[in-house]
């Protein structure tokens, strides 16, 4: 019998608890869009280099080096572009995606080998990137596809059909009460707002990622509770929550996410497979964050387990049996820890509760209903220890972490 209940069957919020959306959610990107940019291309830098500083230089004099960094990326683009235009027919390697292709379309997005006709003026609307890439095409474009210019995409189709149905209609996001989305669907959403720049798409998904992967103790119990769900996530997602909060600097997801990496086991070696068959992988860094945080957390789960058999009846207690029940009950788990140190008592599941332990030794050992409260008080305060410690544990900094001890 497990005497804990696993961490990661949790199930997940109502969409009722909506937390606010952090004032600093994405600090790199510009504040207004800008028109025009005189020479988008004349800094080619490497693939995502608007996640980093503008160490090389280039970018940093700009009033608005953040725009710049959006805009040089384009550049990329444009190199992948083919240097021999032509009429492209759809055949057998490049279909027209079944859903995403408007007959009155005026614009074709060439992903891999999916067309999707599109809306020149809905996408731009929504996107200063598309934008750039459809002006920068333009000028050599003579490749077409019935006649539509053509722009070349690199990401994973699925990826993009995901942020191209909501931005025509077709999906709507938020999700409505009680629908629960694929967490692949919404980390597409995170990933490709955030490098097509389509920032209420962004925001949203963001509020969404962190319903789950919170900075608030209660919000993270809550979503133990039965009610609506509101997304399907598998252990193995963490992988790609810390992925995602390291590509939007969103600090508050990281300590859950890496948390529940803690958790996990063979993946965090192989990486998990994406639906375009990639694999997701942690970086190094986060691999040894968690190496470090298991360490901490077996730590405060022993620490935890003392405190909570700690054989000291309630100031209230109304049986005189119960210093002795306590005691015994000790004993009982000081033996679970012996055979097997790092497991169910001592693991790496510090955040979990023992409320169920504890309404088992009961059982067993009748106790007074004060020193019974007086578990379950244990348990909480225990419970927001860990919580408090949790960024510090994962060795990572959030300056709106949530204290749960604070008055
Ligand atoms: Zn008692």
């Known amino acids: 019998m497990s005497l804990r209940r696993a961490v990661l069957q949790r199930i997940t919020p109502a969409p009722s608890r909506t937390p606010s959306p952090s004032p600093n ?17 004349a800094h080619p830098i490497a693939p995502d280099e608007h996640l980093a500083t503008s160490a090389r230089g280039t970018t940093s004099s700009s009033s608005n080096g953040v725009v710049k960094r959006w805009r040089v990326n384009i550049a990329d683009h444009a190199n992948a572009l083919p240097t021999e235009l032509a009429n492209i027919s759809l055949n057998g390697t490049v279909k027209r995606d079944s859903d995403l292709w408007f007959e009155d379309g005026n614009i074709i997005l060439l992903c891999r080998d999916v067309a999707f006709r599109l809306y020149h003026g809905l996408l731009t609307r929504h996107s200063v990137i598309f ?15 019935e006649s539509c210019p053509v722009v070349h995409i690199s990401d994973p189709p699925d990826d993009l059909r995901y942020l191209l149905r ?10 409505v009460p009680n629908e629960r989305m694929e967490f692949a669907e919404l980390a597409a959403l995170v990933r490709m707002a955030h490098k097509y720049h389509v920032e209420d798409v962004h925001t949203r998904a963001m509020q969404h990622l962190k319903l789950y992967f919170t900075n608030d103790l209660a919000t993270w119990d809550a979503a133990g509770a039965d009610g609506n769900l509101f997304l399907h996530i598998t252990p193995p997602d963490a992988i790609m929550a810390v992925n995602l909060a390291r590509l939007t600097h969103a600090d508050s997801v990281l300590p859950t996410a890496l948390y529940l990496c803690c958790q996990l086991d063979t993946e965090l070696s192989t990486g998990v497979e994406r639906s375009d068959g990639t694999t997701e992988r942690l970086e190094q860094r986060d691999l040894e964050l968690i190496l470090r945080g298991r360490t901490e957390l077996v730590r405060a789960s022993t620490r935890g387990a003392c405190s909570i058999c700690k054989p000291l009846p309630s100031s209230q207690c109304m049986n005189k049996g119960c210093e002795r029940a306590l005691r015994e009950i000790l004993g009982m788990m000081l033996d679970g820890l012996q055979k097997d140190p790092i497991g169910d008592i001592a693991g790496y599941a510090a955040l979990d509760s023992w409320e169920h332990w504890i309404e088992d030794v009961v059982e067993l050992w009748p106790l007074c209903e004060p020193c019974r409260t ?8 225990v419970r927001k220890d860990v919580w408090k410690h949790l960024p510090q544990y994962m060795g990572v900094a959030v300056d709106d972490w949530k204290d749960p001890t604070a008055k």
């Not at 909501?166 to 999700?175: A, I």
């Not at 007086?374 to 305060?381: G, S």
């Open 25 to 41: 959610l994405l600090p790199d990107w510009p504040q207004s869009p800008v028109e025009s940019d005189p020479d988008p291309i």
């Open 131 to 145: 934008k750039d890439l459809f002006a920068m095409a333009q000028p050599s474009g003579s490749e077409t596809i």
């Open 166 to 175: 909501v931005l025509c209609g077709l999906r709507k996001f938020p999700v």
């Open 374 to 381: 007086m578990l379950h008080a244990r348990d909480l305060e």
